[in-house]
């Protein structure tokens, strides 16, 4: 028997996690992997809720949020690389101009 | 008591690996970092019964999508970050006002008395999932495949060398 507030309480300090790495990070990959770990723990609320509601689309929900990370994850990439091959850094503070 | 304290090992590992892809320098310890998240997330869906979740958590996310960070990681190169100056205004308030937040909303949950969660309170079989994937949620399953089919397409057009799009007539000339 574990309280709903603890999985809550936990997907929140995920979506905490990388919300500060979203900030703070200078590197793009690492920025991007903040915004995965922000969408693992949203997930995570998501499986709690359909426990907690007994109903079972939350976790269809989750397979949704996973297809959209997984096109989000190939066309972000496929940005990175050819913002890196544009501009020879990842610095997102570097990278201030949309034209080259 | 057993659910507890394995939902709170999972819960560690998680924070643990979270907190560690915050302090890591070099981009290939925070993907690696997050690989680690994701499985102890896979253990959490496992503790609520959401089997096949689980086993997509590890198959697509742990897999496949970190797989591919960790390629483009190791093709751009990518060395350890900069350090850079952090403003003192966001040091000043911004950590205070996010802890007290923080701390808030944690306190309201806790005391919201939402009831508790039993191991395995709702199972999710294949074949439930199934059923409403191919049934409720038929629409926006297929509206899925149509963004997936977009997104190979646009990575392909977005990844793909300048001159490698150009015509190869020119070469011979």
């Given at each position: 028997m574990v309280p709903l507030s603890y999985y809550l309480v936990l997907s929140g300090i995920l979506f905490a996690c990388g919300v500060t790495g979203f900030l703070i990070k200078r590197n793009l990959i690492t920025i991007f992997m903040s915004i995965e770990l922000m969408l693992n723990g949203v997930n995570l609320s998501f499986v709690a809720f359909a426990a907690h509601w007994q109903k079972l689309s939350g976790q269809v929900f989750v397979f949704f949020v996973m297809v959209v990370a997984a096109a989000e994850a190939a066309v972000g990439l496929a940005i990175i690389i050819s913002v890196f091959r544009t501009?020879?850094?990842?610095?997102v503070d570097q990278v201030n101009l949309l034209k080259l | 008591m057993l659910h507890l304290i394995l939902f709170l090992a999972f819960g560690a590992v998680c924070v643990a690996g979270a907190v560690n892809l915050l302090a890591q320098r070099h981009p290939i310890n925070s993907a690696l970092s997050l690989v680690v998240v994701m499985g102890a997330l896979a253990g959490e869906y496992l503790l609520l019964g959401a089997e096949f979740l689980g086993a997509i958590q590890v198959i697509v996310y742990a897999g496949a999508i970190m797989v591919v960070f960790v390629f483009v990681i190791m093709l751009l190169n990518a060395g350890e970050e900069e350090r850079t100056k952090g403003s003192r205004v966001a040091l000043l308030f911004g950590v205070p006002g996010m802890l007290t937040g923080s701390l808030l909303i944690a306190w309201v949950l806790m005391h919201s008395g939402m009831g508790s969660i039993e191991v395995g309170a709702l199972p999710g079989p294949p074949k439930a999932i199934a059923r409403l994937l191919f049934h409720d949620f038929l629409l926006p399953f297929e509206v899925t495949s149509v963004l997936v089919l977009i997104a190979i397409m646009g990575a392909v057009v977005l990844a793909a060398r300048p001159e490698a799009a150009?015509?190869?007539q020119e070469e011979e000339n």
């Open positions: 501009r020879q850094t990842l610095n | 150009q015509p190869k």
